[in-house]
């Protein structure tokens, strides 16, 4: 048998992967990470709070709102807090996966959001609060994807696709506007 000390494949050095590979402190963030780790997880916990506090307004909005001709808007409003909280567990996972530690603290979370809390009873307040967080939350994605470029393609992909549920959202909310 043959035994192969080092090879390259394309520009692929194996042997240099593999034992970079042997650092387990580090899960899955690899040696040729470009990011900056501790300011890819400060975005993303920025991120997680906006998503908690949306939570949070959709679920009010939910509850609070009234009416008999009001239940598609409600039904809209809680398959919104459903999505927003897969949103906010992605989140998490993937500050995880940096090995940070994601934010739940409801002490701050309000200011660490970029969206508001709203607590409005009128159902027209509750669409345009609604509509300005999502459009608040793409743009705050947008910044992200900005600030993070290329240097961690993960990262990128989720805000990616979160950008284009929030865009999905902000035209539901716009929609029952009108």
């Given amino acids: 048998m043959h035994e192969v000390n080092s090879f390259t494949t394309k520009g692929i050095d194996t042997t ?7 650092n387990l402190d580090d899960g899955a ?16 916990n920025g991120a997680l709070a906006t998503e908690l506090v949306c ?4 679920k009010r ?6 009416g008999v001709h009001n239940g598609p808007v409600k039904a809209e409003f809680l398959q919104h807090a459903i999505d927003e909280q897969g949103h906010a567990d992605l989140l998490a996972q993937r500050i ?3 090995n940070g530690k994601p934010d739940f603290d409801p002490a701050t979370l309000a200011e660490r959001s970029h969206a508001e809390y709203d607590g409005s009873d009128d159902i027209r307040l509750m669409l345009k609060a609604n509509l300005i967080a999502e459009r608040v939350a793409i743009e705050s994605y947008r910044q992200m994807l900005v600030q993070i470029g290329d240097s961690d393609p993960t990262t990128r992909q989720l805000l990616v696709t ?7 959202h902000a035209d539901d909310m716009r929609d029952l506007l009108a």
Avoid: C, D, P
């Fill in 16 to 22: 240099a992967i593999r034992e970079a590979a042997k």
């Fill in 29 to 44: 963030v690899t040696a040729g990470y470009q990011g900056n780790r501790k300011e890819v997880i400060a975005l993303l």
């Fill in 55 to 58: 939570i949070l307004r959709y």
């Fill in 61 to 66: 909005h939910y509850y609070t709102v009234s």
């Fill in 96 to 98: 995880v996966q940096l």
């Fill in 162 to 168: 979160l950008m284009a549920k929030e865009e999905e």
